[in-house]
């Protein structure tokens, strides 16, 4: 299958400073992205989807200037938690999709930790 | 609005045993189903899907699972269990095409000993 790459896989960051999350297509156009959120023994929750070139569609109760989300090329979304608190702290992953009717492949996930 | 059921958060098998992992979901319109498995701190892994094509899916390592529209299930089984099959399950439905935004399971945590 196609290839995701999110990086890091791992951020330790200070309670109130941002924290940036990259997810990447390495073989293939994703015109559409989507970010998740899992706590820890929980299932994943949709947080936003978003498509190249436009504005991220947010589910609802999900803080969209909080989660900044930028999806500028058909490789690369990214994911910016802004003025993180405790929290925040959790395991976001993303997935991407070339279009209708293809598979959405997932990347590895990012293990976010605000102290 | 779609939701996905997934009855006991911990199956235990022994190696060698039947894998049984049960999946319902509700959903007004034809859904897409899926099955994924995560090992600690790692993305998804697509283990099958079902696309209304074939109601008997066959995916990767052996799993499979039966699209059942009467039972609302989509359960997911393996013959004989591996202790490489330990790990946290999910099932997920979509009731758009494939590529679309999925509805989680809480998930299940398979343990297999030997």
């Known amino acids: 299958g196609a290839v995701v790459s999110q990086h890091p896989s791992r951020v330790i960051c200070k309670s109130g400073t941002s924290v940036k999350i990259e997810c990447r297509s390495l073989?293939?156009?994703?015109?559409?992205m989507f970010w998740y959120r899992q706590f820890p023994k929980q299932s994943l929750m949709l947080m936003a989807t978003?498509?190249?070139?436009?504005?991220?569609?947010?589910e609802q109760g999900v803080e969209k200037d909080k989660f900044l989300i930028n999806h500028a090329s058909l490789t690369l979304s990214t994911l910016t938690v802004t003025s993180a608190h405790p929290e925040d702290s959790s395991f976001y992953i993303c997935?991407?999709?070339?279009?209708?009717?293809?598979?959405?492949?997932f990347g590895q996930g990012t293990r976010l930790t605000v102290v | 609005a779609q939701s996905v059921t997934q009855l006991g958060s911990h199956v235990s098998v022994s190696e060698g045993a039947l894998v049984l992992l049960r999946c319902n979901y509700s959903s007004s319109v034809p859904p897409y189903l899926f099955w994924y498995v995560q090992y600690p701190n790692q993305g998804l892994q697509l283990l099958l899907k079902y696309t209304s094509a074939a109601t008997l899916v066959k995916g990767i390592n052996g799993f499979e699972a039966e699209f059942k529209k009467s039972e609302t299930s989509f359960h997911l089984t393996k013959p004989s269990a591996h202790m490489s099959d330990a790990a946290e399950y999910f099932c997920a439905v979509s009731v758009r095409q494939a590529g679309t935004a999925l509805i989680f399971g809480k998930g299940t945590t398979l343990s297999v000993s030997s």
């Open positions: 978003s498509n190249e070139g436009s504005k991220a569609t947010y």
């Open positions: 997935s991407a999709s070339g279009g209708v009717n293809t598979e959405a492949f």
């Open positions: 073989d293939f156009q994703a015109t559409t």
